[in-house]
């Protein structure tokens, strides 16, 4: 599998930094010989109505003008930056709420070969916490999720597997063969909680073999995660390793059950400092 075409939010917000998403996946599109669809959301109508009080037409005409110039802006200054490139970019300005936005991009994502989101430092119904879980669900195709620490390009001379015999792992995996390609280093590492039996196929040597197969530099190997979640023990390897890029399965189960019970996924969203490519 190659990647051909990439996707992206682009916040019009100018108080919020973007900058990461933006450098790491013109750097992505720019190795792979991708094209980059952009999306930007623009929520004016939304907010011109609170608790039941709407706004003089003028005002609110003049605020969704507003959104929609500041959603235009950010997609034109990307395009400058990835037209100095030479990566080929598409746009669209989305008029909707925060929740019609990340099902959009999730439906246009599934036109995709991969999406590239930055992660989400706010709680709650924030568009950004509602964008991964949304591609993760709902678009079929791998996520990479840069932190907000995140600067400079993408590298991949280093990346780390999280391994733990799941359909989801194993299909990030497949998902991530065309970065795997160019590492000089891949590490297949399963985490063992502390208290359980791995599960079945959980067998980090074999995937090994599996990707020494596909030409690639692979070893695997087990650990403990030895009192602390199974995400912190997954982060803390992939910095004492100096990993470039992690991959792993996203929410192995429902919706309902993560809100539940939540899980390594969200362990790692929230405290990551190293690009995840994940998927469902």
Request: charged residues 20%; contains cysteine; aromatic residues 4%.
């Amino acid at each position: 599998m190659a990647v051909h075409d990439i996707i992206i939010p682009l916040d019009p917000d100018p108080s919020r930094e973007a900058g990461s998403v933006a450098v790491y996946a013109l750097s992505v599109a720019e190795r792979l010989g991708a094209r980059l669809t952009t999306l930007a959301p623009s929520f004016s109508y939304l907010l011109s109505s609170v608790a039941g009080i709407q706004p003089p037409p003028q005002i609110l005409e003049d605020m969704i003008r507003a959104s929609e110039d500041a959603a235009r802006d950010a997609l034109a200054a990307f395009a400058v930056r990835a037209g100095s490139a030479g990566i080929e970019v598409g746009q669209e300005i989305v008029p909707t709420g925060p929740a019609g936005f990340a099902d959009h991009f999730a439906r246009r994502a599934r036109t995709c070969d991969l999406a590239i989101l930055p992660q989400s430092i706010d709680e709650g119904s924030s568009w950004r916490s509602m964008l991964i879980e949304a591609v993760l669900f709902d678009s079929g195709r791998p996520v990479i999720v840069v932190p907000y620490i995140q600067t400079g390009p993408a590298r991949f001379d280093r990346i780390l597997v999280a391994w733990d015999g799941s359909k989801e792992a194993a299909r990030a995996i497949h998902d991530a063969l065309p970065l795997l390609g160019s590492a000089r280093s891949v590490e297949v590492l399963m985490v063992q909680a502390d208290g359980r039996e791995p599960g079945s196929g959980a067998d980090p040597e074999a995937l090994a073999a599996h990707l020494k197969r596909h030409g690639l530099p692979a070893t695997g190997r087990s650990s403990m995660a030895n009192g602390i979640e199974v995400a912190d023990a997954l982060l803390s390897h992939a910095a004492d390793s100096g990993s470039d890029l992690i991959v792993m399965g996203g929410y192995a189960h429902s919706r309902l059950r993560h809100l539940v019970f939540g899980g390594a996924t969200s362990g790692i969203l929230k405290t990551m400092t190293t690009p995840v490519l994940m998927a469902h």
